[in-house]
């Protein structure tokens, strides 16, 4: 069985609590690795399971650990392994595209310029932008964007980046860029599997529904790169 691995004990990295430093505020020597330990498993948990459901409750994480110390657990470890795989990377997908979907369905009804594509790409143009637009799989995209998750919250932005349309770039991206030219505007609201789709990627949860404002300010073809972008 996978085991669900919340921090690794052997990859430790106590910067704090190195050879030929101070013992923390008046504590023994074994004590100072106690609690060089506690933060080392606190910030495992904020940054590994936190970042996979952040509502997740302080208090009982804490009674887990207790009780888990004190051979007082009131379930097994393998049982336990098996209940955290199923919940992180079958029930919370499951849940998270469920809401992606109605939260996609709403602007779909409530936004007539939204428009779909074949493939469930959802645009809304906002500036069509010149004659100039994206086409070569080998061109580099000069954008500025915002990108946000269905509650609002922003997870990436960048005020001027250059961009490869086809090496890396979200499906999403790729299919939405080629429709506005430089200069243009455009709104991306874009399912999960022209995104990240079961995978984690740090404030993006599993199968999330992904929101970009995107504005196209040049389309740096392979002729012009190596040779300045401007025209």
Not at 58 to 86: H, P, R, S, T, V
Not at 183 to 198: D, E, F, Q, R, V
Not at 208 to 217: K, N, Q, R, S, Y
Request: aromatic share 10%; hydrophobic share 35%; net charge negative.
């Amino acid at each position: 069985m996978k085991k669900f691995a919340m921090f690794a004990i052997a990859a430790l990295t106590l910067a704090s609590c190195s050879t030929g430093t101070k013992n923390i505020k008046n504590l023994s020597e074994k004590d100072s690795v106690a609690y060089c330990l506690g933060i080392d498993f606190g910030k495992g948990i904020k940054q590994s399971v936190y970042q996979l459901d952040s509502t997740l409750n302080y208090d009982i994480i804490m009674q887990g650990l207790k009780e888990g110390w004190n051979g007082e657990e009131q379930i097994n470890i393998e049982d336990a392994y098996a209940f955290l795989n199923d919940y992180f990377y079958v029930r919370v997908p499951a849940r998270n595209l469920e809401e992606s979907t109605a939260f996609l369905e709403k602007i779909a009804k409530e936004n007539p310029n939204v428009k779909v594509t074949d493939s469930g790409l959802m645009y809304e143009i906002i500036e069509t932008g010149n004659e100039v637009k994206p086409s070569n799989a080998m061109d580099q995209l000069l954008v500025s964007y915002k990108g946000t998750l269905k509650d609002g919250q922003v997870f990436d932005q960048n005020d001027s980046i250059e961009l490869p349309l086809g090496r890396g770039m979200i499906q999403g991206w790729e299919e939405g860029l080629k429709f506005i030219g430089e200069g243009g505007k455009i709104n991306l609201y874009i399912p999960s599997t022209l995104g990240y789709g079961a995978q984690a990627r740090g404030k993006i949860k599993a199968n999330d529904a992904l929101v970009f404002e995107v504005e196209l300010h040049q389309v740096i073809t392979p002729e012009m790169q190596g040779k300045g972008s401007q025209r």
